[in-house]
């Protein structure tokens, strides 16, 4: 593409859209690789956690408990813990291992800022297809599981659940993945 572009010719309209056409290419692809870099700025702490070890994962007679996630991320594998929190949100809102990974590897990620006095550095929500996943500040730690569902206050026991089931069927629709259940 680029070197059509280099081709000179005489008629003015079609060098100035062959510019622009460049011009738009160039845009596309630093805006790819701006989202590309900002997701690996957002794993540079993921990598390195290790529930046995204080120093880098935190107690482990608390973190030993965490069921672990290890994620191909490129060339890197990253490490979550998921607490037991989530472990139970997800049985309780029918979300897989493989629903997580899917979100990680593909999904948005946002600060979501401090909510209580011992969570300084805030939390990171990760976003994809309506399944969101808390994770703590340095997110090798999951915290919870839920689905973005709008009126989810107002509901019933009953209906929520019927929901998360719709949810959680279009999810597996949308990015094409069937689980052994």
């Not at 540079?44 to 880098?56: G, I, L």
């Not at 709008?150 to 019927?162: A, C, L, V, Y």
Request: one cysteine or more.
């Amino acid at each position: 593409m680029v070197e059509n572009c280099f081709r000179i010719t005489n008629n003015i309209y079609e060098n100035v859209m062959r510019v622009y056409l460049l011009m738009c290419y160039i845009l596309h692809e630093i805006f790819i690789n701006f989202k590309k870099l900002k997701r690996l700025y957002f794993i540079r702490n993921r990598y390195d956690f290790d529930p046995s070890n204080p120093v880098v994962g935190g107690d482990p007679v608390v973190e030993l408990q965490y069921e672990i996630l290890n994620i191909e991320y490129g060339s890197i594998i990253l490490v979550y813990g998921i607490t037991i929190h989530a472990s139970g949100r997800m049985i309780e809102r029918g979300v897989s291992k493989e629903m997580l990974i899917t979100t990680i590897q593909k999904g948005d990620t946002f600060n979501e800022g401090a909510r209580k006095i011992w969570d300084g550095g805030g939390r990171k929500k990760i976003v994809h297809d309506e399944l969101v996943i808390i994770s703590n500040y340095e997110e090798n730690r999951i915290v919870t599981v839920y689905w973005n569902i709008p009126g989810w206050d107002m509901m019933t026991r009953e209906s929520k659940n019927k929901v998360q089931a719709v949810y959680r069927n279009n999810w597996l629709v949308s990015n094409n993945i069937c689980l052994n259940v």
